[in-house]
């Protein structure tokens, strides 16, 4: 989830957003709302026609609308610099599942499995007919074509987290 640290922000609850999926090749959040200026032709570019504009007026990934192929046309169409070829690269975005998933209910369903081409999701059995879908964090390459496929709409997308190892000493 994204914060924001300001006094203004909290009195507007902005600490409760979470931060939207731009585009591959966004520049971090202030920069790209500074950069981008809603003309469009990024959503226009896209083949896979999953980029809206949000609340906001920014391009934004909606993919519930289908999968993201990583062409970059959307990079390539930018003329503001608000997507740069440069940081396509930086895509950490990986799918969550939520409660609301099917299977979780004990409801037969792996709509996201078979869709998901780099085999990232597994589901483990459990007691009570259930089947826990499980995300291989180093498979999943935040695509969304789970997320398009997914009827009960319980795929979500968080940024993964990065770690780097320190020398200690």
Not at 38 to 47: S, V
Not at 122 to 140: H, N, Q, S, T, V
């Amino acid at each position: 989830m994204a914060t924001q640290g300001t006094r203004r922000s909290f009195l507007r609850a902005s600490y409760l957003k979470t931060e939207t999926m731009r585009p591959p090749g966004a520049l971090g959040m202030e920069p790209f709302g500074r950069a981008c200026d809603g003309c469009g032709d990024c959503a226009r570019a896209c083949p896979e026609q999953i980029i809206r504009k949000d609340s906001e007026g920014l391009a934004a990934l909606d993919l519930s609308r289908g999968a993201c192929t990583f062409c970059h046309a959307c990079i390539e169409a930018c003329p503001t610099g608000a997507l740069l070829a440069d940081r396509k690269d930086d895509w950490n975005w990986i799918a969550r599942v939520g409660t609301a998933c099917l299977s979780l209910q004990a409801i037969s369903c792996r709509t996201c499995e078979d869709f998901c081409d780099e085999q990232a999701i597994r589901f483990r059995l459990e007691l009570g007919g259930k089947a826990r879908p499980m995300i291989d964090e180093d498979l999943c390459t935040g695509c969304g074509a789970c997320a398009g496929g997914c009827p009960a709409g319980a795929i979500e997308f968080a940024r993964q987290e990065i770690t780097t190892l320190e020398a200690t000493g």
